[in-house]
Structure formats: C-alpha cells, structure tokens
C-alpha cells in the first residue's frame, strides 16, 4: 500500500536537458528523478532557445510521469509541500536566459496549484546543491567551479537558508569548457553534445597525458580556451590522432582548472574544500588530474566532485535548496 510523503520537488530546466526531481521534505533524501535531454540535429553545435524551449514543453508531461511512476514503484504516494525551480543561470538579477522561464511558468502553476510554496533558485546553485548532497559541507566556505558548455566560473560560496551566498573569483575569458569539447568533438565527427563521445575517443591514449600538448592560458581564477580550441582544430586538420587530440583538449581543461583553483584557494586564505560541478566535470580523466595536481600543489585541500550523473544538468540540487527553504517555516 502507498504510503504518504511530504516532499519538495524540483524542476530545471538548461538549454540541453529538461529536469525534474523529488526530495523528501522532512530529511532532503532524494525520493526519485527523471530527466529528458534535447535533441540537437546532426551536425549542429547548439540550439536555439525558442528551439529549447518548445522541447521543454514537450517534454514536462513525459518526464513528470516518469517521476510519478518512480515514487510509485517504491510505494511512495506525494504529498507535495513545495516547488521549486531555476529561473536563471547565475545567482544575480543580470543573469538571463529565455529557457528558464519555460520551467518556471510550469513550476508556478503547478505551485498555485497544489497550493504550496515556490521557490526561485539559479541553475549555478543547482549544480552546487547537487554535489554537496554528496559531500556535504556544513556551512564552511568553499571554493567552487561551475564549468559546462555555458559557464566557466570559479567561486568563493556558503551555504545559505536560501542557497548560497556566491562571489565570483574567476571566469571564462572567451570560450567556456564546454563549447571548447564541443567545437573539438564536432569538429572530429563526434555528436553533439560532444562531451561523453569525447571522454570515450580519448580512452585510447590509456591514463597519460598523450603526446599532443596545448597551452592552458589562466589569468587569476579566470581561463582563456579560444588559443587552445585553434591550436587542437589545427592538430586535427594536419593529420593529429582524433583520440590525441581529444585527450589533450582534457588535458588542457583539467590544467587550467587546477591552476584557476589553486589561485582561489590561496586568495580565499579560509576556504580548504573545493566543489567542482557542471558537464564537464564527469569527465574521469579531468576529475583525476585535477586532483593529482592540486594534492601536489596545494596539500591538504579536500577535493570534491559530484557523481558523473549528477555533475550533469538534473534537478537534484534545485529541489535540495527547496528543501532547504521548507526548514526554515
């Protein structure tokens, strides 16, 4: 027999992936989640946001069922205290993007709806919220990275009632990871989004480094990928091993964030855990480089990275934060 629960559910929706996910409202134990990602036709590097958009709508019904169905399966009936969603991609007012209001005007009604509290929150936090349920943090400071195919930012963020209270320290100067793996990836042959193809091209040079090495430009916390993307465009066009050339776009990415991050680290002079998410950071071989050079260069920092699944878009963190607000009624 199903038995009643109280939860907060969480809805995302980014320009690739549309994300919902439901958490316990009592303890902030994720109850179940469901996600759909966008199609992008072939041989394109993107999609345009009313293109995203109109598959957002398309989709809510699909992966609402499939949630609904989920939570059944394991005998769990909802009984919903309070929605919430992204409706912007950074934790500021200048932060927009038109694709989040797809979530947020099916978030509110269903809020308005069932009669329960709305909560706003920003993609960043999201993906913030959604590592940190796995490496919980209580309230210390942290430096943080967001890298995906739309952001590159490097933070110094608490926890907060609310989310988190965020300063930027870094950010992409020209190209953000993402687009970087993705120009590459496509530009090999892969699908788009290029990263997991990318990832599993770059398997064959084994766990070294390979032979193709492109420069990793930092300046501070802030990283510049445009000089790398034509130096690997050019390897390729010149006859470079695809596989050579995808483990040294990896390379120069993981490079770049340890130097980012060991400039924050030392600026912060307090923060000595930090918490890398976003797409690109389920990548294992950037994940374990950036760990070894950090552990030789900057001891005693504890490194943290989100599960594969949930360094990519997902609605985990937005209902975490959710939950977060319930406790303060």
């Known amino acids: 027999m199903a038995r009643e629960t109280p939860l907060v559910l969480g809805v995302d929706t980014s320009n690739y992936t549309t994300s919902v996910c439901a958490v316990d409202a009592i303890d902030g134990r994720m109850v179940a989640e469901a996600r759909r990602l966008l199609r992008v036709p072939s041989g394109e590097r993107g999609l345009r946001q009313s293109d995203a958009a109109f598959q957002h709508v398309r989709h809510f019904p699909e992966v609402m069922a499939e949630l609904l169905d989920r939570m059944a399966a394991q005998g769990v009936r909802p009984a919903w205290r309070r929605v919430?969603?992204?409706?912007?991609?950074?934790?500021?007012?200048?932060?927009?993007?038109?694709?989040?209001?797809?979530?947020?005007?099916?978030?509110?009604?269903?809020?308005?709806?069932?009669?329960?509290?709305?909560?706003?929150?920003?993609?960043?936090?999201?993906?913030?919220?959604?590592?940190?349920?796995?490496?919980?943090?209580?309230?210390?400071?942290?430096?943080?990275?967001?890298?995906?195919?739309?952001?590159?930012?490097?933070?110094?963020?608490?926890?907060?009632?609310?989310?988190?209270?965020?300063?930027?320290?870094?950010?992409g100067l020209d190209l953000h990871p993402g687009q970087f793996v993705d120009r590459v990836g496509v530009a090999l042959g892969l699908?788009?989004?290029?990263?997991?193809?990318?990832?599993?091209?770059?398997?064959?040079?084994?766990?070294?480094?390979?032979?193709?090495?492109?420069?990793?430009?930092?300046?501070?916390?802030?990283?510049?990928?445009?000089?790398?993307?034509t130096a690997a465009l050019r390897a390729a066009e010149t006859g470079a091993p695809a596989h050579e050339v995808a483990r040294a776009v990896e390379d120069c990415i993981a490079r770049s964030v340890a130097k980012a991050v060991e400039y924050a680290v030392r600026r912060s002079q307090t923060a000595r855990h930090v918490l890398i998410a976003g797409g690109v950071a389920s990548n294992q071989y950037i994940q374990g480089t950036i760990r070894s050079r950090l552990a030789r260069r900057v001891p005693g920092i504890r490194v943290a990275f989100a599960p594969p699944e949930f360094a990519r878009d997902n609605a985990l963190g937005v209902a975490t934060i959710g939950y977060w607000r319930e406790l303060e009624r």
């Open 84 to 171: 919430a969603v992204s409706v912007r991609p950074r934790p500021w007012a200048s932060s927009y993007m038109p694709v989040f209001q797809t979530g947020l005007a099916v978030a509110a009604s269903l809020a308005q709806s069932l009669g329960v509290p709305l909560t706003r929150t920003s993609h960043q936090e999201g993906h913030l919220a959604a590592a940190e349920y796995f490496t919980p943090l209580h309230g210390a400071p942290f430096v943080a990275v967001h890298m995906s195919g739309g952001t590159c930012d490097v933070v110094l963020a608490r926890r907060t009632p609310f989310g988190y209270a965020i300063s930027r320290l870094g950010e």
């Open 191 to 229: 699908p788009f989004p290029a990263g997991p193809h990318l990832e599993q091209l770059a398997r064959q040079c084994g766990t070294s480094p390979g032979s193709l090495l492109l420069k990793s430009p930092v300046r501070g916390a802030s990283m510049s990928f445009s000089g790398p993307l």
